[in-house]
């Protein structure tokens, strides 16, 4: 157990719906990443927050948005959902912003858009 | 770009030696990480270089050559529990984006 929590751990949903996904960090850390995992794309960041600000952006369609809170959890709002965004997405936290930090990995949200 | 290329598969028996290849692009290199992720399972952290050199952990150890962007991973004492995919990433830069090859199953044979 990493200490990251996400919820949902499953979502079904149908084509054009609106998600959120949310993810608590590790008690003290203050950076949360986004990624998304498919099948014949692997693991693609998507975004990264420190402290409630936005620090790198990867791959992340306009229809996919996130926030970080006061309370440092996050979450990755999918909208116009595609039968193409069914995948695992995955948080991650780290102690700070820096680069020589580990990643550690919440469960993650599988999605399955119908 | 910033290709990170692994082997899909690999096989190895039980007890036995296997060693998990990664290159990558060198252009902003700035640290490597190695996971291990069970199906349907989060990754879970392996090791990190940044420079060169071995560095090892009980049964794994991880190798990095900055000059050859190049890392292996070697996992000593295989056990059945280590089927499992691994991945390399790579960070580019000053910002937190990890760069994932596609990862390596390894089976695990008795």
């Known amino acids: 157990d990493s200490g990251v929590t996400q919820t949902p751990k499953h979502l079904i949903t149908a084509t054009g719906q609106r998600v959120t996904l949310r993810c608590s960090p590790r008690s003290g850390d203050l950076s949360v990443y986004w990624y998304q995992q498919s099948l014949d794309q692997g693991l693609q960041f998507l975004i990264h927050?420190?402290?409630?600000?936005?620090?790198a952006k990867g791959n992340i369609l306009e229809r996919f948005s996130a926030q970080q809170f006061p309370d440092l959890h996050s979450e990755l709002n999918l909208s116009s959902l595609e039968l193409g965004d069914s995948a695992l997405y995955f948080c991650a936290s780290s102690v700070g912003g820096t680069s020589e930090e580990t990643q550690y990995f919440g469960p993650g949200t599988r999605l399955l858009v119908l | 770009g910033q290709n990170i290329d692994q082997p899909t598969e690999m096989t190895a028996t039980e007890g036995a030696i296997v060693q998990i290849n990664c290159t990558y692009q060198t252009s902003g290199f700035n640290g490597l990480f190695w996971y291990q992720q069970h199906a349907g399972e989060a990754p879970t952290f392996l090791s990190y270089?940044?420079?060169?050199g071995l560095e090892e952990k009980g049964r794994f150890s991880s190798f990095l050559s900055r000059s050859k962007g190049y890392s292996y991973l070697l996992l000593k004492e295989l056990q059945m529990k280590d089927s499992a995919s691994y991945l390399c990433a790579v960070r580019y830069g000053n910002t937190g984006k990890l760069i994932f090859g596609q990862g390596t199953t390894l089976q695990v044979k008795p």
């Open positions: 270089n940044v420079l060169d």
């Open positions: 927050y420190y402290n409630g600000e936005e620090r």
